[in-house]
């Protein structure tokens, strides 16, 4: 397993791609004749297809399966009411669980959570900045990050992320197989909403008027992930600030 070194975590941060970059083995699957395009799915809600680059990807993964590891590793989250989420999880910078945050895996080993790296922190805003247009303003610091594994029949239901006092957007970037992501409305889990596929190196941001929307994701796409990530199954990181100090 490759090391995360200091130099490839910056690579992640300062490197990526341009949104309308082409990679071949991301941009243009099978069968589409044009690039997918930046999408505003509602207003505060943007799609950037292809954000992260085959290179960054790798990176990214690596860095999760560093992350992945014990103390306070990947772990399969309950719910009060004694169900289990299907995609298992890892926390940086506080550790969630349902409904709060924590700075050991209450829900876990009981260890320390793992520090959120700067360099993850900057690629949030870099990531707002990209689906937005402009980045957030010099107070706003991701701090806090969820790590979720999917495999072919995990499945995340509705929710909202409500346990953030901060309105800062939500960054999500995903990896691996694809997925329906289903964005729904801020008032109930029903319709309306719309489905999105999400592929590996897709950013998806939302904030603003839908930043507590309900939001989930219906179906992974096993085997669709791309043949050189060495990955098989789905990772998502999503990047929220806490607001919580």
Not at 47 to 68: F, T
Not at 157 to 181: K, N, T, Y
Not at 213 to 221: Q, S, W
């Amino acid at each position: 397993m490759m090391e995360v070194t200091e130099e490839v975590a910056e690579q992640v941060a300062e490197g990526v791609e341009h949104p309308d970059a082409q990679h071949p083995d991301t941009q243009h699957p099978a069968g589409e004749l044009f690039p997918r395009e930046r999408a505003e799915i509602v207003p505060g809600a943007v799609h950037v297809p292809d954000w992260l680059g085959p290179g960054r990807q790798r990176e990214l993964v690596e860095a999760c399966r560093e992350w992945a590891r014990p103390p306070a590793g990947l772990r399969t989250v309950r719910t009060p009411g004694g169900g289990t989420m299907s995609a298992r999880q890892v926390c940086l910078g506080l550790h969630w669980y349902p409904y709060g945050y924590a700075p050991t895996a209450v829900d876990g080993d009981g260890t320390p959570v793992k520090a959120m790296p700067d360099w993850l922190a900057r690629l949030g805003r870099s990531a707002v900045a990209a689906a937005y247009g402009q980045a957030p303003g010099p107070g706003v610091a991701y701090d806090i990050a969820l790590v979720n594994f999917y495999e072919g029949d995990s499945r995340m239901g509705m929710h909202r992320d409500a346990e953030e006092r901060s309105e800062a957007p939500v960054v999500s970037l995903s990896l691996g197989d694809s997925c329906l992501f289903r964005f729904g409305n801020t008032a109930s889990r029903g319709r309306p909403y719309r489905d999105v596929e999400l592929r590996s190196g897709d950013l998806f941001v939302f904030g603003g008027p839908v930043r507590r929307a309900f939001h989930g994701v219906p179906k992974v796409l096993p085997g669709t992930a791309p043949p050189g990530l060495g990955l098989t199954g789905r990772l998502n990181i999503t990047l929220r600030v806490g607001g919580l100090g």
